[in-house]
């Protein structure tokens, strides 16, 4: 007599032997994904809707992100890049005992990988990708930007001069010649949100947002990369380089600051900066708002002019003259590191792919400031 087998009940179906599905999560990520791609081609189009984006829905995702990793102290974004081997693994191998017997479910296994490209589109998309596509900020301030002469360099440079003689008054210097930071980084974090306040009182395109700088744990290590700081939009955070000279963090911390309020332009996002450094009550803030700024235009200046650029170094307080010095000491340790050619070649690519000038576009805020002490005189 032959025996019959009688189909298995589905508590007796192996894992493996039941028909491969993507995870709803997945599903749900390419949807977002597939809406955002058309949005993305309206802001390359259109700078008026751009800017109606940015200010009034990407500074929503913004704040969402940005609250949401701020009530923890350390760089999430940093975290998550340490761990990047560790979750490489774990998602390979839990995609592998999923979907591991057949080349359809190795597709599936590529798909669902690939959702973390979707997601990290998607975040750019709605946080971040229109702050790139619309209108420049001399637009928004009412500034005329043109070409600059050597002669307006000068008088720039002359303005930031007379200002750092005044400010410097007020300044601790170590015997390395460096200025001392006379607080933490929490109460720069105060200040400089402060700061932020006056100016989103004057500029209303520049929102509102109470938010943690994160300085970075390896910050020694990134400054071979030459990178003082950078906004993760993924996570929201403005993460700060913690390595480099007093002098240079607060308008650092400001440039992220600006970033994360959806000035995206590296250029722009160093002019906000200024505003709101220059801007602030506290001594330390304002002094480097002014020596960061001339360090752009000396530089712009010594280019164009070496002789004028002599007459204007001759007119700085000498404890400033000694704080630049000890800054080229400094950074002659980081000067020629393979580290900063290849971040540098990637920032260059990724700041060109996002219609802006690349690397050089963080100096083009000499336009800027000379446009500014223009029309302020």
């Not at 043109?146 to 200002?163: C, F, G, K, P």
């Not at 704080?323 to 000491?329: F, G, H, N, P, V």
Request: aromatic share 14%; charged share 20%; glycine share 4%.
């Amino acid at each position: 007599m032959k025996k019959i087998s009688l189909p298995k009940s589905d508590a007796q179906v192996s894992p493996k032997s039941k028909k491969a599905r993507l995870p709803l999560a997945v599903k749900i990520i390419y949807g977002v994904a597939a809406a955002c791609a058309p949005l993305y081609l309206i802001f390359l189009f259109s700078e008026g809707f751009s800017d109606f984006f940015n200010r009034y829905i990407s500074s929503f995702f913004r704040a969402i992100l940005a609250h949401s990793t701020s009530f923890i102290p350390f760089s999430v974004a940093e975290f998550a890049l340490l761990l990047l081997p560790v979750w490489v693994f774990l998602i390979t191998r839990a995609i592998t005992r999923r979907y591991g017997e057949s080349l359809k479910e190795l597709l599936y296994s590529f798909v669902c990988v690939f959702s973390m490209v979707a997601l990290i589109f998607s975040s750019f998309t709605l946080a971040f990708a229109p702050a790139y596509r619309g209108s420049t900020l001399d637009k928004k301030l009412c500034i005329e930007r043109q070409n600059v002469s050597a002669r307006e360099l000068y008088d720039t440079a002359m303005i930031l001069s007379s200002h750092l003689a005044e400010e410097s008054k007020n300044v601790n210097y170590a015997l390395d010649g460096f200025s001392v930071m006379p607080y933490d980084y929490s109460e720069m974090n105060k200040n400089l949100l402060d700061a932020y306040g006056n100016v989103c009182d004057e500029y209303a395109f520049i929102p509102r947002l109470k938010s943690r700088l994160k300085p970075v744990m390896l910050s020694e290590p990134m400054s071979y990369t030459h990178i003082t700081g950078v906004y993760t939009f993924f996570t929201g955070e403005s993460n700060i380089n913690v390595a480099f000279p007093d002098y240079t963090i607060p308008f650092t911390a400001a440039h992220e600051l600006a970033h994360q309020r959806g000035i995206a332009r590296e250029n722009e996002a160093n002019f906000v900066a200024f505003l709101v450094c220059s801007s602030s009550e506290d001594d330390y803030v304002r002094y480097c708002a002014y020596l960061n700024m001339y360090e752009y235009v000396a530089s712009a200046l010594a280019s164009a002019d070496p002789s004028l650029y002599s007459q204007v170094y001759a007119t700085l307080p000498t404890a400033v003259r000694a704080e630049l010095d000890a800054y080229s000491r400094f950074y002659e340790k980081y000067r020629n590191s393979a580290a900063s050619e290849v971040s540098g070649a990637v920032n260059n690519a990724v700041l060109i792919i996002n219609g802006t000038e690349g690397t050089k576009s963080y100096g083009m805020v000499v336009d800027l400031a000379v446009a500014y002490y223009k029309d302020n005189r």
